[in-house]
């Protein structure tokens, strides 16, 4: 198997698919996180910073506007290490964010409140997968 992970949606179905209205009821978005060493600031500014340190002043700030949107993290946690299954790199972080539908989870993404706070979060993420999940009942 052969993972990419990107910071932002560029491929095109990953574009189509946020335009479509996507699936009744609410969403839960996996964030599966891998973080920079060191905290790369495109602007060139020198930082002490970790990834995981720039990606916290993010996260401080996302998690107020997940909820303005109707939205909420429902969990968050450190990869501690890998019971089944093989890959060649564990991720550092895994959480996961509930939203009432696909459009808040755009409204929030698209947000103004966002657009100072996303500078660490693309400093400290060397790379991350989203994965749009919906509830099946399954285990209930």
């Given at each position: 198997m052969n993972v990419e992970n990107d910071v932002y949606p560029h491929r095109p179905g990953s574009i189509k698919m946020l335009q479509e209205p996507g699936p009744d009821g609410p969403i839960y978005m996996v964030n599966l996180l891998k973080f920079r060493a060191r905290a790369e600031y495109k602007?060139?500014?020198?930082?002490?910073?970790?990834?995981?340190e720039a990606y916290n002043l993010?996260?401080?700030?996302?998690?107020?506007?997940?909820q303005q949107h109707g939205g909420k993290i429902l969990f968050s946690a450190d990869v501690s290490g890998l019971l089944l299954g093989h890959?060649?790199?564990?991720?550092?972080?895994?959480?996961?964010?509930?939203y009432p539908n696909r459009a808040?989870?755009?409204a929030m993404s698209m947000s103004e409140a966002l657009?100072?706070?996303?500078?660490?979060?693309?400093?400290?993420l060397q790379g991350q997968l989203n994965i749009e999940t919906v509830g099946t009942g399954l285990f209930d």
């Open positions: 602007d060139g500014r020198e930082s002490a910073l970790t990834g995981r993010y996260a401080t700030e996302v998690t107020q506007v997940i890959v060649d790199e564990l991720w550092d972080a895994v959480a996961i964010a509930q808040a989870l755009i657009s100072e706070p996303s500078k660490h979060r693309e400093a400290g």
